[in-house]
């Protein structure tokens, strides 16, 4: 039988590495890899002097999202377009446990709003915000439904979305029962509000108090304790959007001991640092944990190439420049997060493999193998091999051109990678087998992404 499809004469990052291939797919699956020249196919697309990477799986993105006052750009069919546009075939967004509610409920609200319309394949945190005897009880039931892993937040208080340490600790005991993943934003809150209310009080409002509200302590703490809390229960943890550097050492120190301990980082922490906070445009730069020293950037390049990092994901958030604009007179008012799902590709690629600070093969499995394997995808997403998902992207490794805000599909009207000089840019997208973005038009309809029932976690032990 002819496969549906041949993408031909590219260089394919492989699991065995970087070869001449032509790659088959046969209905949404990969069927073969065969001998550059060689392959069939009824429909051809010609990737000669392209680049052929695993569609890239981002585990940590906000579609539809309303926070601080704003609401995104996006939403699960123009959030999907966006990541497709960037050469990310698979994302994981976040379903919200109401105060004093259900999670399952939560959960299938947040279906009802993304099934119908949804763009790239997803799959779904559980945010859980309020720890009691029948929400415990329905964590057997989050698993049985595809959803693995849950996300805390250990600040956010004033949102309703914190929980103490107590509620914490009590959820990391009966998730390890349950098999399932903590993914956690870690910022000491205590220390957060102190300094927040100490700087409103003095008229210290300009953008770069964010940062200076946010010292490296509140993250290296909060890692800290929650390892403390893994080793306590057994408790798989990931800790989400980690920047600062010093928190590095306890990450590699629990993954040394053997416990279950991940982390990753942003696209923006690599790329950028707080300088940004003094520009007129500061308010653009401001999510949290906050951008941080060029020192501290390069560290987070290093533990890319050598561990103990195993991702890199966008944190994507799209409010407009003008939501972002809102809080210009203090920084405690400006909605926290910034674009960056289309952005990762050509970012990571530029920085990462064209200025030589990782390897090719290792930028892939940043982008997306490990993703897909850390959030129990590893069986279908993340990799270029017979009988996986057909999920992929060609780029032009070559070519370079200046980022600017009409990058960004949608009316989001800024960027913060705007005026870099970057490579990488994808030129095709194929998502289970069909081509969805050709020159950066979606070819898809709404609707065609689906809905990833995840398995258990690979904690990527052999990783040090
Ligand atoms: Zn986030």
Known sequence: MTPDLVIANGTAVLPSGAAEVDVEVTGERISGIRAAGTGQGRERLDAAGRLVLPGG????????????????????ASGGIAALRGGTTTVIDFALQRHGGSMLAGLAHRRRQADPVVTVDYGLHQIVTDV????????????????????????????GLRLDDGALHALMERAAQEGLRIVLHAENHEIIDRLRRKAVAEGNHAPRFHALTRPPITEIDAVGRAIAFSRDTGCALHILHLVAADALALVAAARAEGLPVTAETCTHYLALTEAALERPDAPHFVMSPPLRSEANREKLWQALREGPLTAVTSDEVSYSAEAKTIGIDCFADIANGCPGVEARLPVLFTLGVA?????????????????????????????????????????????????TSE???????YTPYAGMELSGWPVATVARGAVVVRGGAYLGDEGRGR??????????QELR
Do not use: C
């Not at 995840?454 to 990527?460: E, I, K, N, V």
């Open 57 to 76: 799986v981002d585990p940590h993105v906000h579609f539809l999202i309303a926070f601080m006052g704003q609401r995104s750009v996006y939403d699960f």
């Open 132 to 159: 009691t005897e029948q929400s415990l009880d329905e964590l057997a039931g989050l698993r049985e439904a595809g959803v693995t892993s849950l996300k805390v937040y250990t600040t956010y208080e004033d949102d």
């Open 355 to 403: 200025e030589g600070r990782i390897g090719l093969e290792r930028f892939v499995e940043l982008f997306s193998g490990w993703p897909a394997r850390m959030f129990g995808l590893g069986d279908r997403k993340g990799r270029i091999a017979p009988g996986f998902d057909a999920d992929l992207v060609l780029i032009d490794p070559t070519s370079r051109r200046r980022m």
């Open 407 to 413: 990058d960004n599909y949608g009316p989001i009207g």
């Open 451 to 460: 809905f990833l029932h995840r398995g258990p976690a690979d904690t990527l």
